[in-house]
């Protein structure tokens, strides 16, 4: 996602400092963790919204595959399990 070195953060921190002062940077830290979080959850639930509309799609064309077929039947299966993992991983 972001490559941000000791260096980048060492000098966020100063101009931190700096701009907020020693007093109020606990309780804008503290803000900024809540706001990162709070928008990982969002995501989290994005993913998990889009997840469950394409496993829909693909069980809707998987009954209109076999109901088109005279066997009644077909050797394309989905599988939920093959798609890509939402491990935190990749961003």
Same mark, same amino acid.
């Given at each position: 996602?972001?490559? *941000? @070195?000791?260096?980048?953060?060492?000098?966020? *921190?100063?101009?931190?400092? #700096?701009?907020? +002062?020693? !007093?109020?940077?606990? =309780?804008? *830290?503290?803000? *900024? @963790?809540?706001?990162?979080? !709070? #928008?990982?959850?969002?995501?989290?639930?994005?993913?998990?919204?889009?997840?469950?509309?394409?496993?829909?799609?693909?069980? @809707?064309? !998987?009954?209109? #595959?076999?109901?088109?077929? %005279?066997? +009644? +039947?077909?050797?394309?299966?989905? =599988?939920?399990?093959? #798609? %890509?993992?939402?491990?935190?991983?990749?961003?």
């Amino acid at each position: 996602m972001l490559n *941000v @070195g000791p260096l980048e953060i060492l000098l966020i *921190v100063v101009i931190a400092l #700096l701009v907020i +002062g020693p !007093e109020d940077l606990p =309780d804008a *830290v503290r803000k *900024v @963790g809540r706001f990162f979080a !709070e #928008l990982r959850r969002y995501g989290e639930e994005v993913q998990e919204e889009v997840r469950a509309i394409i496993e829909d799609a693909a069980s @809707g064309l !998987e009954d209109d #595959l076999k109901a088109t077929e %005279p066997s +009644g +039947g077909s050797d394309l299966k989905f =599988d939920s399990k093959n #798609l %890509p993992d939402s491990g935190g991983t990749g961003g």
